[in-house]
Structures are given as structure tokens and as C-alpha cells.
């Protein structure tokens, strides 16, 4: 996957935040080209999130789709659940590896091999918590995984 960078990203959110039309017309592509990714985030074994998390992590998924088309020239193949699966695996090996339980030094392995250092950081803002954010302390670190094998998978 091309390199995504932060203006992409901003651009995305932008885009995501300003409009429902946009909304469905994103969520309308991600269930034509990528019915795997949504089988996947969807499954009811991922039941460590809140309704309200879930959303947020649709909403997310979104942005991270709009910002991928607008840097993708060619289309994006539709990825396995399976590869997801794989990808979730290898991550949380590293995630576990981590001695530190403070979330974002356990997830400073992810940045030291990537080339989507920006989208990475993105999600990783995101999970952080204040009084916005729907995101639960126990919630970030499942939901940081899952998003972050979507990435890999792209």
C-alpha cells in the first residue's frame, strides 16, 4: 500500500465528520470491496467493545478507507478474513511481548517496522481517552490490534 500520509488522513476525517452522504457512499464501497474486513471487525466474537466502541471503530475503518482510495491509484484487493486472522495473531505476539503495561509504550513496537507510520499514529490518537472519546481503557488495546491488522492486510 502507498505510504498515507497525515494530510490524507486529515482529509479523511474531514470528509467522514462533514457529511453523511460521504458516509454511505464509503460505507456503501467497504461492504462491496471489502466484505471481508467487515465480516471480520463485525463478528460477534469481537464482543470486547461497547456498542458506542463498535461505531467508533466503524467510523474509523471509514476514514482509514476514504483516506486509502484517495491515495490508491489502482483498486485495493479484497482481503481474506483469514489474513486478517493471521495478521491479529502476529499482533497481539507482539503486543504481548511488551513489558510495559502503559498503552502507548506497548505500542511502540508497531511504529519500528512500519511504512504507515502515519495511519498508525492516527489510530493510536484515537484511542486515547478523554472525555470524547468512546473508547475504554479496556477496549483501546483489542481495538488498536484490530485496526492495525486491517492496515497490514491493505
Same mark, same amino acid.
Not at 464501497?29 to 466502541?53: C, H, K, M, R, S
Not at 493471521?86 to 511504512?115: G, H, M, P
Not at 470524547?132 to 492495525?148: A, D, H, Y
Given at each position: ?6 494530510? /490524507? ?6 470528509? +467522514? ?11 456503501? /464501497? ?16 469481537? $464482543?470486547?467493545?461497547?456498542?458506542? !466502541?463498535?461505531?467508533?471503530?466503524? &467510523? ?14 489502482? %483498486?485495493?484487493?479484497?482481503?481474506? %478474513? ?5 495478521? !491479529? !495473531?502476529? &499482533? ?20 519500528? $517496522? /512500519? ?18 472519546? %468512546? ?5 483501546? !488495546? %483489542?481495538?488498536? +490490534? ?9
Amino acid at each position: 500500500m502507498i505510504f498515507i500520509d497525515e494530510k /490524507t488522513i486529515d482529509w479523511a476525517v474531514d470528509l +467522514v465528520l462533514d457529511s453523511e452522504e460521504h458516509d454511505d457512499e464509503l460505507w456503501q /464501497t467497504i461492504e462491496e470491496q471489502q466484505p471481508g474486513v467487515l465480516a471480520y471487525l463485525l463478528d460477534e466474537e469481537q $464482543n470486547a467493545f461497547t456498542e458506542t !466502541e463498535r461505531e467508533y471503530m466503524l &467510523n474509523l475503518l471509514m476514514i482509514m478507507w476514504a483516506a486509502i482510495r484517495k491515495k490508491e491509484a489502482a %483498486p485495493v484487493a479484497p482481503i481474506d %478474513p483469514q489474513a486478517l486472522a493471521d495478521a !491479529e !495473531e502476529r &499482533n497481539w505476539e507482539q503486543l504481548e511481548a511488551q513489558s510495559s503495561t502503559k498503552f502507548k509504550e506497548r505500542i511502540d513496537v508497531f511504529f519500528e $517496522n /512500519t511504512d504507515q507510520e502515519d495511519l498508525l499514529a492516527f489510530l493510536e490518537d484515537a484511542m486515547l481517552e478523554d472525555e470524547e472519546s %468512546p473508547m475504554t481503557k479496556e477496549g483501546r !488495546e %483489542p481495538m488498536f +490490534v484490530l485496526l492495525k491488522s486491517v492496515v497490514d492486510c491493505f
